[in-house]
Structure formats: structure tokens, C-alpha cells
């Protein structure tokens, strides 16, 4: 099949080369503004109860958590002043009257109540929800914001709430990209002549990456219009896109110019490239996908869409470096050797750096695998201590007018007001019920990190009433049912947010409630991500077996191939705790470390890592079967399969690790999250994975490595997808098999 793939894109080169050049176009116009129809938010369990109280209160109240917060500072004296304190309840009935704004509250408009002013009563809150669409508040949280901030007479306002951070979250991500790759093409360019030598055939992979650059932006284009895609899988879909492009290409490039080093013709040199190092491109984009496709298991659609992002990456990838790249090596033929700046100095085959390290690891593969082993779980061990949390808004650089706002308000107020819980109580009779709503919401308010409830009788703080209820308490109240709001004294997403929420369930009431807010998303979004880890887990495991598998016939190498990817996460892990938990290097990498990683991020990242892991394991054995197939030696095929895929391997990983850290550089502390711990995870799969672990294993086992059942074996011979042949009359240098001691 690859083989006829090769002789058509040679045949129908030129057509294949407008069709790129034409849809180039194509996709830069329809997918370049896709950055403004992607969504912010997705961290929820659509099925979890946080969700459906918030669904009862939308439906039945109109109402939720604000996501649009005033912070007011009085210019002179206290916000107690006659002057500002008219002047806040003016702004307040003002937001009221707006557009899409479905409640609004204050300091003033509560009766004074103590929590919603700072300590040095200079500041004062101003709660308001806008109702719509995640896009929809967004462009309103833009309109207000430049309406309402600013001096006004006695007071300042600034702004801030979940809608602003989301914009501003949205606007710092498309600045983030487009200096991620200004940044990134002239460094891997840097890269790739290092690594070829010339400049025609650096250019190459670059071209290909970009090509799956571009064709990303349409694909999440298309995908916008029939699901929800976060805006986050905009970097990390353009970072993959890029890396695998870049790195699929590197291994096309590397072996059609080893073909004509080899005495082939140009277009039978495409063929074959197609057939051998294609075949490996093909199985390596299968191993991602399935990883990516594991992220379809979670019920968010934040994973989720990264899981429909990520395969269609993948496949634009593929299709680029099997089908465009392939074209275009046949129109250079030769050329592609063209502006050769130095020559690597050849070396005989059996005696390269990556020979000699594989011949060294098989002479003393005990010892060395312990160590490197035992490294590898020592850098993984401050993921033991992990603690999970959701994004706030510090995700943003200290200087984004929402994270000053925020910062703030930690500051300088006892409570967390953007962060309150609501108790939804369907099934209920506001009127005649009025003294059992009043006494639930003294107990739930004599809680001990609870600072006040606002309930239809009133506010209580203390478990005693400080405001008698007024006009807006009639925002409790509906048909059948009633709430509570209920604002925390603690950080809502801290374990003693969590634990409030526990409390809060499972306070004796007259009546049943449902809990939501932010604390409450985060303990049933942990519970929705950690049931379904051990699924997405299976699934990698099983799918990425069978692969390997069909590739190989071995029943070991799989197994092994599992758990080497999984030791090559230990850093990356570990490293995750270690910086962004606990915030070692933050200054450096500026960054807040919040004390807490987002729930979601290790298993994105184990994911997309593992996938790129497998990756590099595809290309390595690859090349360790096809020289088994010729020469019958294990220990022969591993030498020279790593020496053969070693220098481009670690070429390959050092242009996925440079878009990596590229992101590393976002103001978005879990973007950078991502691309620093990705990229580690890469170079250590490429240097201690591939150099040590896997040529030591694999002499351990011996012949065990090609070892299957019979029932599997016929398999295989059925089913299985093995190395094409040489072609007749092909040149191969025969390579005497090593001697290695004990062997």
C-alpha cells in the first residue's frame, strides 16, 4: 500500500504540490481568526451534581456565581463616607440596568455587610452575573469593562470576575502564540542545518510544520462549528503540530538521502522512503492518536477537545510528510543537497558515537539500567506529594488588570466573595417555609470557614442575622425552590475549600440541597477526571500494544516499550510538583505558585507525553526489526538500529523540545506548565530512555524480544505489518555483528 502511495505522489507530483500550495491558502484564510470562536472554560463534569445545581439555578432563578466583579476604592476617607457610599449605590443600580446583567449587589445595597468591604474599609465590592455564552460574556465583560473602570467623582473602579480573567486569559493566549512562533521557526531552522548541512534540506521539515501548522488553525476551525474546543488546545495543537510535522519529515528527509547515498535513483529513492521510514511516520501517528483519543473518555470538554484537536493534528501531520513531502523530494531529486553549508564527515557504519553507547550499555546492561532507573524515580518522587486544584485567576501575568484586581482582594478582604457556594433546594414552598429557609441558613452560616449566607430571609454571619431581607433577596425565591449563597472565609480551591463543600453536603437541613460554586466544581471535576483515569489508562495501554504488536510480532518489546514510556514521564512528573506547585524557579520563569496543579494537566500531559514517547520508540524499533529481519543478531540490530536513528532521534527531540520551551515562554502559568514539562519529558525519552534503558533491556532479554505464542504469531503473519522489501539490486553494506561479552 505504501509502496503504491510512493510511485503515485512521485507520478502526480507537481498536482500534489499546487493542491498544497492552494490549500495553504485556503486554511490561512477560513482557520486564522479561530482563536476568537474558541471557548474558555470546559473544567466541569456535565453530569456532576455542581453542574446540575448550577443548571437549576440558571433555569429556575436566573442566577449563579457572578462572574463580573467591581472593585471599588473610595479616593478619600471610607467607603462609609455619604459621598461614596452614594456613589456606590448609584454604580451599582447603573450595572443593574445594563444589558444581559441578570443580578447585581454591593457593600451598599446589602445593608453594609462586613465582608464585602476590605479591612480599612477603603474598598468595597460589587458582584454582578451577565448571562449568555461563554463568547458572549466575554465581548460583554470587554464592553463593561470600558465602561465602567476608571475615576467616577469620590471613587476608582477596577474590574475583574471569571468573564474578565477569561478574556484576558484569551487575549494573553493569542499574544503568547504569535511570539511563540517568532520565537521558535528561526531556532529549529538553526536545528535542522545543523543537522543536515544543507539549507534545501533543512528547509524541508520547516515547510511540513508549517504545513500542519496552518492546517491545524482549519481543522479547529471546522471542529468549532459542531462541538465546543477550549482556547487552551490552541497552543498545545499548535506545538504539536509543528513538533510532529518537523520531526515526521526529519525521519523522510534523513532516510531519502541515505537511499541515495545508497546508489538509488531519485523517484525509486521516494518509493522507498515511503515504504520504510513512511511506514514508520504511519505507526508512530497511530500511537499518538490513540493516546490523544484516550482524552475522549473524560466527560470535560476541555480534554476533549483536545482529544478531537489532537487527532486531527496528528493526521495533518501524517498527510503532510506521506504525501506533500514525498512530492516535493521527487521534483528536487538531488537538489535536495543543494547550498550545503559543511559536510558531516562520514562514519563507517559500527563505530559511531550511538554504536559505541549501545555496545557499553549491552556489556553492563544490570548495572546501568539500575541507575538510570533509580534516577528516574528519584526525579519523580515530589509527584507523590502532589495536590490538585482549578485554574484562578492566577494563570495570568501579576501585571493583568484582572489578576491585580484578584490579588486584591485576597489581600485586603476577609472573605471570597467571587468564590461563594450555592445550595440549591428544590421541592420547597418560599412562603411557607420561610422559618425553616431562616434556620438552615443560620447553621449553614455558623459553619467554621464560612464568613456569611445570603438566603430569602436575610444575611447571616455567625450563625445570627445581620441584614433583614430586602428587595434583592427576592432573587432566592421561584415557584418550587429556593438557594443559599454561601461565601467561603478560605481559598475556594484549597483543600479547606474542599472541605467546606463536604460540609455543606452533609449539614442536616429540612430539606435536600445540591452544592455548586467553584470549590464544589473542583471536588466533583476531581472525582469525574480520577474515575475515568484508570479507562483512558486501559485503553492506551491495550491499543498501544496491539500496535506495537502488528509492527513487530514480539509480544516483550510491547510490554517493554509500555514501560520504559511510562519511567520517561517520571521527570516531567515530578518536575511539575516540584516547580509549579511549589514554586521553585518562579521567579525566573514568572509564574504565582498557587500551591496546587490543575486537576486536568497530569493526565493531558501523561497523554500527549506518552504519545511522544511512543513515538520515538516507533522510529528506534523500527530500525532494530528491519536490521533483525536482515541480519538474525539481536545484539547486531540493537547497535545498529540505534546508531541509526540516534543522531536524527536526538534531532528530532531537540526541535519538539525548542517549540516546547517556545511556549514555556506563555504568561499562561499552565501553558508553560505544559511546554516545560513536555519538553523535558521528550529530551529524556530521547537521551536516557533511548540511549540507556532500551538497548540495556533489550540485551537482558536476548532473542526473548521477538518472542510470541504461536496463535499470535499466525497473527501476525496474517495480519502484521512488516518492512518492505529491498529493492532489487538495492545496495546494503553488510555489518559484521559485534562481540559483546558474556554473549
Known sequence: MLGRLGRFTVARRRWILLSTLVGLVVAGAYGGGVANLLSGGGFSDPNAESVR?????????????????????????????????????????????????????????????????????????????????????????????????????????????????????????????????????????????????SVVAAGLPLFVGIVSVIGTFLVLRVLVSFTDVSIYALNLTTMMGLGLGIDYSLFMVSRYREELRAGMEPHAAVVRTVETAGRTVLFSALTVAISLAALMVFPLFFLRSFAYAGIAVVAMAALGTLVALPALLAALGHRVNKWVLWKHKPVELGTGFWHRLAMFVMKRPIPISL??????????????????????????????????????????????????????????????????????????????????????TGSYVDGRMISPPNRASQRFAAADATWFSIVPSVEPISPEGEELVDEVRTTDGPFAVRVTGPSADLVDGKASIFGRAPVAGLIIAVVTFVVLFLMTGSVLVPIKALILNLLSLTAAFGAMVWVFQEGHFSSFLDFTATGTIDSTNPILMFCVAFGLSMDYEVFLLSRIKEEHDRTGDNIASVAIGLEKTGRIVTAAAATIAVVFLAFSTSGIT??????????????????????????????????????????????????????????????????????????
Not at 424 to 445: G, H, K, Y
Not at 695 to 717: D, H, S, T, V
Open 371 to 456: 541507575a538510570i532507573v533509580a534516577i528516574l524515580l528519584v526525579l519523580g518522587a515530589p509527584f507523590l506529594n502532589v495536590k490538585f486544584g482549578t485554574p484562578d485567576d492566577r494563570v495570568l501575568p501579576k501585571d493583568a488588570p484582572a489578576r491585580r484586581v484578584h490579588d486584591d482582594i485576597r489581600a485586603n478582604f476577609t472573605s471570597e466573595e467571587a468564590g461563594a457556594l450555592q445550595a440549591v433546594a428544590t421541592d420547597v414552598d418560599p412562603r411557607a417555609d420561610q422559618d425553616e429557609i431562616a434556620t438552615f441558613a443560620s447553621d449553614l452560616s455558623g459553619l467554621e470557614d464560612v464568613a456569611r449566607v445570603d438566603a430569602l
Open 670 to 743: 499552565f501553558i508553560k506548565l505544559i511546554g516545560i514539562g513536555l519538553a523535558l519529558a521528550v529530551l529524556m525519552d530521547a537521551t536516557l530512555i533511548r540511549g540507556t534503558l532500551v538497548p540495556a533491556f533489550m540485551r537482558l532479554a536476548g532473542e526473548l524480544n521477538w518472542w510470541a505464542p504461536r496463535p499470535l504469531k499466525r497473527i501476525y503473519e496474517r495480519w502484521g505489518f512488516r518492512e518492505a522489501p529491498s529493492e532489487p539490486g538495492e545496495a546494503r553494506e553488510p555489518v559484521p555483528a559485534p562481540t559483546v561479552a558474556g554473549g
Open 53 to 197: 445545581a448550577a443548571e437549576v439555578l440558571e433555569e429556575k432563578f436566573d442566577a449563579g456565581n457572578p462572574n463580573l466583579i467591581l472593585l471599588v476604592d473610595a479616593r478619600a476617607g471610607t467607603v462609609d463616607d455619604p459621598a461614596v457610599a452614594r456613589a456606590g449605590a448609584a454604580l451599582t443600580q447603573e450595572l443593574a440596568g445594563e444589558r444581559d446583567i441578570v443580578q447585581a449587589f454591593s457593600y451598599w445595597t446589602l445593608g453594609n455587610a462586613p465582608p464585602l468591604a476590605s479591612r480599612d474599609k477603603s474598598q468595597a465590592l460589587l458582584m454582578a452575573r451577565i448571562h449568555g455564552s461563554e463568547e458572549h460574556l466575554m465581548e460583554r465583560a470587554e464592553e463593561l469593562s470600558d465602561r465602567f473602570a476608571g475615576s467616577a467623582g469620590p471613587i476608582d473602579v477596577r474590574i475583574g470576575g471569571q468573564a474578565e480573567i477569561f478574556r484576558q486569559v484569551n487575549e494573553q493566549i493569542e499574544k503568547d502564540l504569535a511570539r511563540a512562533e517568532m520565537l521558535t521557526f528561526p531556532i529549529i531552522l538553526i536545528v535542522l542545518v545543523l543537522v543536515f548541512g
